[in-house]
Structure formats: structure tokens, C-alpha cells
């Protein structure tokens, strides 16, 4: 987001689509009707209605909507409706990157990529540029379906209070969280312990959450940054909170070189001495692991974070997704964006380049994958059409040659849909977009800030 972020920046248009306004009444007891129901988990399409009620599908039915219900209505008009998204994996705090001052050379491999780029942007972040990088990556994800997201923080000059922050930026938007501050030894031993009691408390504090809004895991940086005794202590935290690890794991050769380098061992074995592979763990891109390791992995109750359009840019090589499509995935982005709908067909066409045995119905999988995941986190039921499941929709203005059925519903999504369908999102019972807009004034409010705490990061980036 450049310039100005009044209302008309946080629009996306779709000029081919139906011109016809949505009045979506802000009631929290509302019938939504003439609709296309779209269950991703497992694919289900029908023509039917949708009741809200507070922050929960009260009920589903197909056919015509009752005659005798007394609260708001809105006629859906066939459009497709169907459960927020969940992204699987991201950086919040890259919101800022797009346009960003090059670096002083050209990285010439992924190590210098994180030291020119990634490892300079984190370290003058602030709390206020962390919470403005928050809203902005969390109304951009808005916009393209996504009410849930799981974020993997770093900010090791403003390490206090940044998950906070966080959590604070998606609250403006609407969105829940699954947060964690990424442990990391790079800024010595004060930098890691400063990680760690940030996600103590951050866990601490989310166990007293009672409107399943956010949850926190235990982040750590790739395991060539993470001491020994970094990465036992994650495990003492995963221990006593009953939670799992976010992590980076094998994303690039460097990873498993500098880790035997370092400590005799390879990225995945120390995670595994450690106890850190296990279930609620998410590790990221795993790109560079072998089939056995996969498996090892996937069997250990873990899932496999696949980010195939960051691998792409970071020129890491490709995932083994014929193996990993045996287990649990979860799709990300890793900061491109909130994008699942491009990152969805980046996977598959992805496959299909090299020859994958991964399908479309494996990766669609992967979306609703993360919705378990985050349901689990978060003690709520996300990325389901059913009574009881969280009020968390998405409404899409699609207008297809062919109509959507159960039998071609894979076929629409990697063909024909896509984020500049999404015309209206609902989060936590509220409408967090509505008409291809961000509702909350609020988030207005900030993202009006954003321009100039944007020029005071680069102004420090550039300087070091």
C-alpha cells in the first residue's frame, strides 16, 4: 500500500463482475439467503441459506430460507459463500518491503539475502512501524478472503511487547491470530533470552483469552541461528504451555551446511534432538528435506508449511510436495502477500512444472489444512460451513460459464476464481469487508500514518 490509505486505497475492482451493491446489514443475528454454499472441507456445493448468530453459524440449510426468521436478511443473490481463509504461514512485518530502498549490493545467494534485506528490515522495526505493518498486511489479506492468520514475528530492537503489537493491528482489521516471536541467538545471548520471556508472557497472556481471537506458539529463527540451549529452552516453553513451535526448517542449503558447520548435526536432527518436532510444531518450507525426513516429520505430528512462491523468489529450489502431499501441509505466503487464492495456483501449476504427483485436490487441502491447524490453536472451529462452526465467511461475486457444482469446484478455483472476486468477509461474526472495502475506521485511521512511519524505517534501513 503506497500513497494515500483513505478508503479508495483499500479497494480492489472488478469490472467484469456484478456492479450491483451489496447492502449487508451489521446485524449480528442474520439470514443470509440465495446463496451458493462452498464447503472446502470436504467439497460441498449447494444452493442455500447461512444464519449468523453473535460470532457463530447458529444454522445451514439447503433450498429456500425460512419465511418466519425476524431478524436481518441478505439476499445473496447466487453468490458463492463460503469459509474464511486461513494463511498458513506469513511475515507480518514484511507489509513494508514493497518498494523498499535495494539493498547496498545485490544478494548473491539466500544467506545474503537475509543479511542485506530480511535481517536489516527486522532490526529497525519499532512498535509503532510493527502494529502499522500488522494492519496493512492484515487488510490486504482481508481483501483476499483470509480472517485467519499465523505469523512468524521478529523485531529483536523492540522485542517487548511486539506480539502485542501484533495482535493489536489485526484487532483493528478484525482478523484472529495464531502469533510467536522468532527466537534467535544472532543478537547473543540478551537477544535470545529477551525472545524468550516475550514469548512467555505473550503465552501467558493468551491463555486467558476467552473469544478465541489469538493463540501464541513458540517461534524460533532457522536452527543454524538457534543455540543448543536456545532450542532447549523452546522446547521447556512448548513443554509447559501444551503448545507447538513455529520454525524455518531446511528452506535453503545454507540451513543444514551452516548447522553441521555450527553444531555437528543437521537442521532437522537438531530440532528432533531438541523435541521440537511434535505436534501443534509448524515448520516452514522444509524445501530441502529428504523424503524420509519428510515423513519423519509429518509422522511426528508436525506440519509442513509450503511457501512456493517465496521459494520461487528466493531462488531456494522447490519443495518435495509428491512426498509431502502423504501429510499435513499448510499453505503460506512467507510475507509475499495475503494472497492464498495466487498462491493456491502458483502451488499446483508449481507441481505441475516439475512433475509433482501433488493434484488440485491436494492442494486445496493444504487451505483447509491450515483452518485445522488454526482451529486447534485457537479452541474454535474454522473453515466450515456448520452449525456451531465460527461466523468466519467469505462472499464471492463470481460469475462463471459453467455453474459451480461439488464435481468441478477444483476446476473454479484454480481456474476461474480469485481474490478479485471477494467482494464481502466476515471475521469473528463482523463484517470486516464489505463491498471490496475495509469497514474498520480504525484500521483507516492507522494506515493514514503508514506513509510517513514507512519513510522513518527505510530512512534507518539505509543507514546501516
Not at 430460507?65 to 512485518?93: I, K, N, W
Not at 483476499?144 to 502485542?164: E, K, M, R
Request: charged share 20%; proline share 4%.
Amino acid at each position: 500500500m503506497q500513497g494515500s490509505h483513505h478508503a479508495k486505497s483499500l479497494r480492489t475492482q472488478s469490472p467484469l463482475e456484478k456492479t450491483q451493491r451489496l447492502l449487508i446489514p451489521l446485524a449480528m443475528n442474520l439470514l443470509l439467503t440465495n446463496a451458493t454454499l462452498v464447503d472446502l472441507d470436504p467439497i460441498r456445493v449447494r444452493e442455500g441459506w447461512l444464519r449468523v448468530e453473535g460470532d457463530t453459524i447458529a444454522e445451514t440449510g439447503e433450498g429456500p430460507a425460512p419465511e418466519d426468521f425476524s431478524g436481518d436478511r441478505l439476499d445473496c443473490q447466487g453468490r458463492l459463500l463460503m469459509p474464511g481463509l486461513v494463511l498458513g504461514h506469513t511475515h507480518l512485518y514484511s507489509a513494508l518491503a514493497a518498494g523498499m530502498p535495494p539493498p547496498a549490493r545485490t544478494p548473491e545467494n539466500f544467506r545474503e539475502i537475509l543479511e542485506l534485506i530480511w535481517w536489516k528490515l527486522d532490526e529497525v522495526l519499532d512498535a509503532e512501524s510493527v502494529r502499522l505493518s500488522a494492519v496493512a498486511a492484515g487488510c490486504r489479506a482481508a481483501l483476499c478472503g483470509v480472517t485467519t492468520i499465523i505469523d512468524h514475528h521478529a523485531s529483536p530492537n523492540a522485542i517487548a511487547g511486539s506480539l502485542d503489537e501484533v495482535r493489536a493491528g489485526l484487532d483493528a482489521v478484525g482478523q484472529r491470530g495464531v502469533l510467536c516471536y522468532e527466537v534467535t541467538d544472532r543478537h547473543g545471548s540478551a537477544g535470545r533470552d529477551a525472545g524468550l520471556a516475550e514469548s512467555r508472557r505473550f503465552l501467558q497472556s493468551c491463555s486467558t483469552v476467552i473469544d478465541n481471537s489469538v493463540a501464541a506458539l513458540v517461534g524460533g529463527h532457522a536452527s543454524f541461528t538457534l543455540s543448543d540451549e536456545a532450542l532447549s529452552s523452546m522446547a521447556r516453553l512448548c513443554d509447559e504451555f501444551s503448545c507447538g513451535a513455529h520454525i524455518h526448517c531446511a528452506e535453503a542449503p545454507a540451513d543444514d551446511e551452516e548447522s553441521l558447520r555450527l553444531f555437528g548435526h543437521t537442521a532437522l536432527d537438531r530440532l528432533q534432538r531438541h523435541g521440537l518436532v511434535r505436534s501443534g510444531t509448524i515448520l516452514a518450507h522444509c524445501t530441502h528435506l529428504s523424503a524420509e525426513s519428510i515423513r519423519q516429520v509429518q509422522e511426528a505430528g508436525a506440519v509442513i508449511a509450503h511457501n512456493p512462491r517465496s521459494n520461487m523468489n528466493n531462488q531456494v529450489g522447490y519443495a518435495n510436495t509428491s512426498v509431502m502431499r502423504k501429510g499435513p501441509v499448510v499453505l503460506g505466503t512467507d510475507g509475499i502477500d495475503g494472497d492464498l487464492f495466487a498462491e493456491s495456483a502458483t502451488a499446483f501449476f508449481q507441481a505441475r512444472d516439475h512433475q509433482s504427483s501433488a493434484n488440485m485436490a491436494d492442494v486445496l487441502t493444504w487451505i483447509t489444512e491450515s483452518a485445522r491447524f488454526a482451529s486447534r490453536s485457537l479452541g474454535v472451529t474454522l473453515g466450515r460451513l456448520t452449525p456451531g462452526a465460527a461466523a468466519d465467511i467469505v462472499l464471492l461475486d463470481y460469475t462463471p460459464a459453467q455453474p459451480v457444482e461439488t464435481g468441478n469446484l477444483l476446476g473454479h478455483w484454480f481456474f476461474g476464481v480469485g481474490s478479485r472476486h471477494v467482494e464481502s468477509v466476515m471475521a469473528r461474526g463482523r463484517w470486516i469487508v464489505r463491498d471490496r472495502e475495509i469497514v474498520s475506521s480504525e484500521a483507516h485511521r492507522q494506515l493514514e500514518m503508514l506513509p510517513t512511519v514507512s519513510r522513518q524505517v527505510w530512512s534507518k534501513f539505509s543507514r546501516r
